[in-house]
């Protein structure tokens, strides 16, 4: 059988090979990850249908492949039709006749009908008829990509028309750079790096593509700038210590950073436009009522940013328990589409490596993300004594476009309020 | 004499792309070593329906006609005036296809087609070595019956289906080698002709691709016509040391591990068909093959070698005539350098059996491996007026409806001259058609088409002419 790039996830069109598992002519056993697909929200590993033997591999590493495209050919030890001899030849076997005496032959139906190997079958879940089709591929516009306005879905030739007319004045805006857009980016010439001497090239491709342009999206986009505070976390460091042998006993690592979200949805309740996004194009801020927060992860791939969803509703161990799964699916890389989806705020942990504290880029389009530093002891002036505390950079780097220097300055404040005192979230 | 576009292989693939070609302005010419119209037009689709046609109506005139009124005393099948007239059609069709290559300006040339190198054709024939040079070939040579080396075919009582179309006496006991579709036709053929017909299947199931429940409708026919399946049985080879002398064979099977020995005057053996791909040159050019021989190409048709194209049969599955013509037709476009795409949503397929069995579109299993939720419609000609009238209520409409967004995803039907019907089904998956759309259409009365909106309706328990059973939604 033809294994088709299944639906990956919602709103997912296309994935990138990233990485084949299997080879052509070993066997495959059923549920065998065989491919490594990213698509715009994750790497997904995908497994093996059935038990058989990789007969080809339809698609290459690098290549970027339509939901609903055939990437592998797998033979069935199970599927009778393709492997059981005929009449004792296994080699006539695959050559079982279909219609039509004497011309015909070849193929179980299911080769046949929709699946035939060498024919680019369209996704079914596409409604158009084959002259609009024919127009669309003139075009080079991807129909999963429009949106179809007859009954049912349907894609009309009008409707790629209009997508394809949208697409000439995307093209003919990039001409005229306005300020602060990624599009305008395009038009300039690429400055490329002449090399001396030893140079390995690396194709830019998988997470690393997308973090690459996620990171121009946003820089591009948002009008960055970041606010830096500190703050004495001392209460919190001991009531951590306190919580240690429960947190043993309950088998959860207990880091700081479920007391940092708990301190943080008080404060993004009193900013809620903290917790927003900018509709660039219906010129709106969207005030979001969840508070999903993000939590940028370190992996062998690159940043990835898993969400924690409705954090506002779950209890410091619930989170604690949470972020270290979440973590541990996403290094592992079997974090789903949908635990990277959602996300209203993101904290990133710089301090666990090392430094002061960074300058965050925003996850757009959320327009704000908080960069935890390391909590270090430090000699600090409480009253007139100089004592010992342990003291943490906060860096928040904020999208001016929505939220002006004196809110974010307002938010850190009550940030380090709840912070440097626990129970004050308690009582939140 | 240089040319634009070369095609090797006169068959429905190569004359339609020459055609074409031909059409588009490309000085071309086509290479035919034997018949133009291929095996479909001489020794296939062509001739095997004329004759599943002309038994048809022997078979009614014995069983049916007095059902109806009417006495025929002692019908006669003469088979070799049966073969005259069938060969008329063949023919009739060749010469035309013959005279279509003229009037769009395509050189006919006769002869084995070989390459010389990336850009000229040797053609050997009778008459000596001449060549060709062009920029563009394509090869269209098709497929041809696979053998069994301890099933010799001897072209007199163990043969192809070649020789099986054009018997002039007719076999007393005639066993076929191979369920397939071509068994299975050629089988209902002889015995509604008279002959006593065996079916041996390796598989459990005779046409083991196709779905059971369509299957199960032929099957039915079959045994209440006499002819004896043997499933889960294989072919082991002759009692006899040389089958061609013998006057009645032996052949000797192997059914569920026991040996068994079958009597047969004339044994059809129809396993499967093979690509012509070898004599060609085309290891001399470094045009890639798969394992099975198949010619590689790329979604329009394009080999690994530029300037040279492979289209039908030679390619591999599926290996079906109207395919073929549809690739010619993008192969041509290419060539001319217009944009084309292999973009169809599905090779419909009929087998002419007694019902007709026809597909398009997804299987239930095609359509639950793609994880698309459907809800399923059926419809029995049984309930068709049309069909009561002409005495052929064998069988069904199936429809598979997308729940999502309604559209349709596979017709299956078995049935009176579904291999027609199918054509409509085609349309409606290609198009993109929702259920509403067939049901909206107002089909002619009486008539069987009307089945097919009638088994959408049913889908969603509001067919007309038939209970409404509710069914399982997948």
């Known amino acids: 059988m033809e294994f088709k790039l299944p639906d990956i996830g919602e709103g997912v069109a296309e994935g990138e090979i990233t990485k084949w598992l299997v080879k052509a002519g070993e066997p495959v056993k059923a549920d065998q990850p065989m491919v490594e697909v990213m698509t715009d929200k994750a790497t997904v590993e995908i497994p093996s249908p059935m038990n058989g033997t990789i007969d080809e591999l339809l698609a290459s590493e690098g290549e970027t492949v339509p939901v609903g495209k055939a990437i592998v050919r797998i033979a069935g030890t199970g599927d009778s039709a393709a492997k059981k001899p005929s009449n004792g030849q296994a080699h006539a076997a695959q050559d079982r006749p279909t219609s039509r005496p004497s011309t015909s032959a070849g193929s179980t139906p299911a080769a046949a009908s929709a699946t035939d190997s060498s024919a680019e079958v369209l996704p079914f879940k596409v409604l158009a008829t084959p002259a609009t089709r024919k127009l669309a591929r003139d075009l080079q516009i991807d129909l999963s990509r ?36 990624a599009v305008a980016t395009k038009t300039k010439a690429p400055v490329s790096y002449v090399p001396s001497g030893s140079v390995e090239r690396i194709p830019l491709r998988g997470v690393r593509k997308k973090i690459a342009e996620a990171m121009i999206r946003s820089k591009h986009t948002a009008a960055h700038f970041t606010y830096v505070e500190e703050v004495d976390m001392s209460e919190i460091v001991k009531m951590r210590s306190a919580a240690k042998d429960e947190a043993k006993a309950r088998g959860i690592k207990l880091t700081f950073l479920p007391f940092i979200i708990k301190a943080l949805i008080p404060a993004l309740r009193e900013f809620p436009y903290l917790n927003s996004s900018l509709d660039d194009e219906k010129q709106e801020i969207l005030l979001k009522g969840d508070f999903n927060i993000g939590i940028a992860t ?104 929505v939220v002006d220097g004196a809110d974010a300055a307002r938010f850190m404040n009550r940030l380090v309020y709840f912070l440097s005192d626990p129970k004050r979230f308690v009582f939140a | 004499m240089k040319y634009d576009a070369v095609v090797i292989g006169a068959g429905p693939g190569g004359y339609v792309c020459a055609i074409r070609l031909g059409q588009l302005g490309l000085k071309t010419a086509i290479v035919e070593k034997d018949q133009v119209g291929g095996v479909c037009l001489n020794v296939g689709c062509i001739p095997s329906k004329a004759l599943i046609h002309a038994a048809g109506t022997f078979w009614k005139i014995q069983n049916e006609a007095e059902k109806m009124g009417i006495t025929v005393s002692d019908p006669k099948c003469d088979l070799g005036k049966m073969q005259e007239w069938k060969s008329g059609v063949v023919k009739k069709l060749t010469g035309g296809v013959g005279q279509l290559l003229k009037a ?91 002959s006593e017909v065996h079916i041996v299947e390796a598989l459990e199931q005779i046409l083991p691709s196709i779905d059971k429940d369509l299957v199960g409708v032929v099957e039915r026919k079959m045994k209440k016509m006499g002819m004896t399946l043997h499933t889960s049985t294989f072919a082991k080879g002759f009692e006899e040391t040389d089958p061609a002398s013998a006057s009645t064979l032996h052949l000797k099977v192997e059914k569920n591990g026991k040996a068994e020995s079958l009597e047969a005057d004339v044994v059809l053996v129809s396993i499967g068909r093979k690509p012509n791909s070898e004599d060609l040159g085309l290891e001399k050019v470094g045009v890639q093959l798969d394992s099975r021989g198949n010619i590689k190409t790329d979604n329009l048709g394009r080999t690994n070698v530029v300037g040279i194209y492979a289209i039908g049969d030679v390619t591999g599955p599926p290996q079906l005539a109207h395919r073929a013509s549809m690739d010619g037709l993008l192969v041509a476009s290419t060539i001319k350098g217009e944009k084309a795409y292999r973009d ?96 909206r259409t107002i089909h002619t009365h009486p008539t069987l088409p009307e ?14 002419h038939t209970a409404n059973v509710p069914r399982r939604s997948r």
Not at chain 1, 153 to 164: C, E, H, N, P, S
């Open chain 1, 146 to 181: 429009v949106e179809g306005t007859g009954p049912h879905g349907r894609i009309t030739k009008v409707d790629v028309q209009m997508v394809y007319e949208g697409k000439q004045a995307a093209t003919s805006r990039s001409s005229h750079p306005s300020p602060g857009t």
């Open chain 1, 298 to 401: 370190d992996t062998d791939n690159g940043l990835m940013v898993p969400v924690i969803k409705t954090a506002d509703r779950k209890s410091i161990w619930d989170l604690a328990d949470e972020i270290e799964t979440l973590s541990e699916k996403t290094r592992t890389g079997k974090v789903s589409v949908d635990d990277l989806k959602g996300g209203t705020f993101t904290i990133t942990n710089a301090g666990s490596i090392g430094g002061v504290f960074a300058t965050p880029v925003i996850n757009y389009p959320e327009v704000a993300i908080l960069g935890v530093n390391a909590i270090r002891k430090r000699p600090v002036v409480k009253g007139d004594q100089i004592t010992i505390a342990d003291m943490m950079f906060l860096s928040l780097s904020v999208d001016h476009r």
């Open chain 2, 104 to 194: 769009n300006k395509v050189d006919l040339i006769r002869g084995n087609a070989f390459f010389k190198d990336k850009s000229t054709l040797g053609v050997r024939s009778g008459e000596g070595d001449t060549q060709v040079t062009a920029s563009n070939f394509v090869v269209a040579t098709g497929s041809r019956n696979l053998t069994l080396p301890f099933l010799p075919m001897n072209g007199k009582n163990v043969i192809s289906s070649t020789e099986a179309l054009d018997l002039k006496t007719l076999p007393k006991r005639l066993v076929i080698i191979g369920g397939g579709f071509i068994g299975v036709e050629i089988g209902m053929a002889y015995a509604k002709l008279g």
């Open chain 2, 344 to 439: 169809y949503r599905t090779v419909p397929w009929a087998v002419f059996s007694d019902p007709e069995i026809a597909v398009c579109g997804l299987s239930e299993k095609e359509a639950t491996e793609r994880g698309i939720a459907f809800k399923v419609g059926r419809f029995p000609f049984a309930a068709s007026g049309r069909a009561l009238s002409t005495n052929e209520t064998d069988g069904f409409v199936k429809v598979l409806i997308n729940e999502k967004d309604e559209s349709i995803v596979g017709v299956h039907m078995v049935g009176p001259e579904v291999s027609n019907l199918i054509a409509e089904a085609a349309l409606a998956v290609e198009m993109g058609a929702c259920a509403e759309d067939i049901v």
């Open chain 2, 451 to 464: 089945a097919f909106p009638e088994a959408v309706e049913a889908a969603y328990l509001k067919a007309i």
